[in-house]
């Protein structure tokens, strides 16, 4: 298959992977700056590109005038291979068991605890359910004749991945590193050779974004209507979806200009093919009512019409400013690019619960361009490691292998017990573009009367009565 961009190349099975049960490895904003650097990334980031390309618009050459073909999701209905065949069934059988799992009629504030035994019940059977809808030679990739099958193999890797794609049982919410788990797992099993890689450029890439990661999102929203699951490291107004964002990379590419097919043609960074819906459309239900049916975009922002209520610029900024980019879908489509590895790969909250093993690894790509420091890793507190020999932990950079020696006239338990500056703790708040004036210092306002010696002056409420007075008294009959 030919592509601009390269693909995410296959393990050699006879050169098998040491497999490991994957495990976290970021901790602090030092460690975010490491996985920029890391073969993990530069997989990810290959895999998105490889299937994002394959959504973009054909021009076939095959047909009277080189006619476009759009990949609509309504059109394609037959799997592509066997394998998305299989995953799409894994989905709906996880939709099934949602039936043993009924959502809780108590009251409640936030998540529904029904979601936890659904959640159980995905844990109990995922290693049946991997053996039953993925390939023999997918499960059993590197397994030498005569090694004990309770050693790790590709089947914990896979599993722990797909087991991280649907939420949180503890927090009863689900976010953006979530869907980026079940990124990892489509791209372990592309890797390990679960995929038609010979069928034509584009075609099974199609099939993995239009038959399995679509359905995957459906399974969500049905998730997270049925048990009201909370945004995961939401922004509010200011994030682009509170739940989602691969179906607005893959959605954009869809409204693209076409490209010719087969060619190394590199994709275009501006413009839209023909008749395409405009994209200030988001904010009209009619045109997301009926474009949502066949784009992933519209069926992005369909599903936020269904869970919000209220102006769309006004639940929505993010989106609705985009929605505004006068030079097209490719445009968009190239920004939502940029955004995603800054809004997701980039940010603590997002990456630290995503697990590192063989086929995902956080060693050092030597290709990799050295990443600067930035304000958001800094904001996060150092790690904390162990001492050899005395389990208290201490500050550590990732990679820091020099001895650790305590601060003078300060024991571990003492300093253990000493908070962090709070500048380290709390990043500075942002301005927003249309301030006309800059942020005020908060410990710069004075409230009147004298401020206690070491601390901020408590704020007092309007109906606090003057220092020497003391409450007033209300008489009952």
């Not at 979806?241 to 590419?253: E, Q, V």
């Not at 150092?382 to 020999?389: E, M, Q, Y």
């Amino acid at each position: 298959m030919s592509f601009n961009n390269p693909q995410l190349p296959l393990l050699d099975p006879t050169d098998p992977l040491c497999f490991i049960t994957p495990v976290k490895r970021i901790h602090n904003g030092q460690d975010v700056s490491a996985f920029l650097e890391s073969k993990a990334y530069s997989q990810i980031i290959q895999f998105i590109n490889q299937l994002n390309h394959s959504m973009y618009p054909r021009l076939r050459a095959d047909t009277p005038n080189a006619a476009v073909k759009i990949w609509d999701l309504a059109e394609l209905r037959s799997p592509t291979s066997d394998t998305v065949s299989s995953l799409k069934s894994l989905l709906s059988r996880l939709e099934e068991m949602m039936s043993e799992a009924p959502p809780d009629p108590g009251p409640r504030r936030f998540g529904n605890v029904s979601f936890r035994k659904w959640y159980e019940l995905l844990e109990t059977r995922l290693p049946g359910l991997l053996a039953e809808f993925l390939p023999a030679q997918v499960m059993l990739f590197g397994r030498r004749e005569g090694e004990s099958s309770e050693s790790p193999g590709a089947k914990d890797e896979l599993a722990s991945y797909l087991l991280g794609s649907f939420g949180s049982p503890s927090r009863l919410d689900y976010g953006t590193g979530h869907e980026l788990s079940f990124l990892a797992f489509l791209g372990s099993v592309w890797m390990l050779g679960g995929f038609d890689t010979n069928a034509p450029a584009g075609v099974e890439e199609r099939g993995i974004v239009m038959q399995v990661f679509e359905p995957y999102l459906n399974l969500i929203r049905n998730l997270i209507k049925t048990y009201t699951l909370e945004p995961a490291g939401s922004h509010g107004v200011w994030g682009l979806d509170d739940h989602f964002f691969l179906p607005y990379i893959f959605g954009s590419a869809q409204l693209s200009p076409a490209m010719r097919d087969g060619s190394e043609q590199a994709i275009a960074s501006e413009g839209c093919v023909d008749n395409a819906p405009p994209s200030a459309g988001i904010s009209d239900p009619a045109i997301v009512a009926r474009e949502r049916k066949h784009n992933m975009y519209f069926s992005a922002v369909g599903f936020i019409y269904d869970v919000k209520t209220g102006p769309f610029w006004e639940h929505s900024r993010i989106l609705y400013d985009v929605s505004g980019v006068p030079k097209g879908w490719a445009k968009i489509n190239k920004g939502m690019m940029k955004m995603f590895n800054a809004e997701v790969l980039g940010k603590f909250p997002v990456v630290q619960h995503f697990p590192f093993g063989a086929l995902f690894s956080f060693e050092r790509d030597p290709l990799a361009i050295a990443q600067p420091a930035t304000v958001h890793h800094a904001n996060f507190p150092a790690a904390l490691s162990v001492t050899a020999g005395q389990g208290h932990p201490t500050s550590r950079t990732p990679h820091d292998t020099r001895p650790v020696a305590s601060a003078s006239g300060v024991s571990a338990n003492a300093a253990l017990r000493m908070p962090p500056p709070l500048r380290s703790m709390v990043p500075l708040p942002m301005e927003v573009p249309w301030a006309n004036a800059p942020l005020r210092n908060p410990s710069a306002v004075v409230v009147s009367g004298s401020q206690p010696e070491g601390g901020m002056m408590p704020t007092r409420a309007p109906w606090a009565k003057p220092d020497g007075e003391g409450p007033t008294t209300v008489n009952s009959k």
